[in-house]
């Protein structure tokens, strides 16, 4: 790719300079063929004017199969139609050269756009175990592993962004509905909406609960609870286990 790209810049710098020698060359042209024009328009005019003075003096024959320009008039538009021709040439030429360069920048970009892909293909994976390396957590069967998750969850909303802090504070969800937040793939999430940490939470204080943190927009909270709070679940299994 480093060879093409250098081929692509030394060319793209010629550009302006060729472009220039041949647009001066179009306009050479043009000004000769303005002027070989004129000049013929002029001859044309005199030798109509002389035919139709002969025609009046009787010393040409008004038959119009035998009336014809004279050589130098027909040579004249004939060089006319030849810079025609080159201008038009020239013009073919500057088109395609313009042309030529777009295609290569076309490739230059895609090439450049593989180039990117291939990149983040790369960093993807190392992203991922680093990240996958940052939240390894116990298991959650014992009371250590429930509070190393709860630990994580504080460590977490503590060290939030003041940006994340502000977006967190703003949002309202008294539905419990979920969240469409652009997060990390492999952030903890909670509640009965399965989402992140985010805002005001409240932890269950059934150890054995298998959720464990809740949004207080999610359980119809405002405040924090004084005293134990029992998520719906865990408050419904407890009832059950005192009606026995």
């Not at 021709?85 to 313009?98: G, P, T």
């Not at 703003?170 to 909406?193: H, K, R, S």
């Not at 809740?214 to 119809?220: D, E, P, S, T």
Request: charged share 30%; aromatic share 6%; glycine share 6%.
């Amino acid at each position: 790719m480093s060879s093409f790209v250098d081929e692509f810049q030394a060319n793209l710098e010629a550009l302006p300079n060729i472009l220039q020698k041949k647009y001066s060359l179009l306009r050479d042209l043009d000004k000769s063929l303005q002027e070989i024009q004129r000049q013929n328009e002029q001859r044309c005019e005199q030798e109509i004017e002389d035919i139709k003075q002969g025609v009046k003096a009787g010393n040409i024959t008004p038959n119009t199969s035998l009336i014809r320009f004279s050589d130098e008039a027909l040579d004249e538009q004939k060089h006319s139609i030849r810079i025609a021709d080159e201008k038009m040439a020239l013009a073919v030429q500057a088109y395609d050269l313009v042309d030529a360069h777009i295609q290569q920048l076309d490739q230059f970009l895609k090439l450049c756009d593989e180039g990117n892909r291939r990149e983040r293909d790369t960093a993807a994976p190392a992203l991922l175990a680093s990240s996958l390396d940052g939240n390894t957590k116990s298991g959650r069967g014992s009371e250590s592993g429930r509070g190393g998750r709860k630990k994580t969850r504080l460590i977490a909303a503590e060290e939030a962004t003041e940006t994340e802090v502000a977006v967190a504070t703003t949002i309202a969800n008294p539905t419990g509905t979920q969240l469409d937040l652009p997060v990390d793939p492999n952030e903890p999430t909670y509640c009965f909406c399965n989402q992140v940490s985010y805002g005001d939470m409240i932890a269950c204080d059934n150890p054995d609960c298998k959720i464990e943190w809740f949004h207080f927009g999610c359980v119809g909270l405002k405040e924090k609870v004084k005293g134990k709070w029992y998520c719906s679940d865990c408050a419904s299994l407890k009832n059950r286990r005192r009606g026995r």
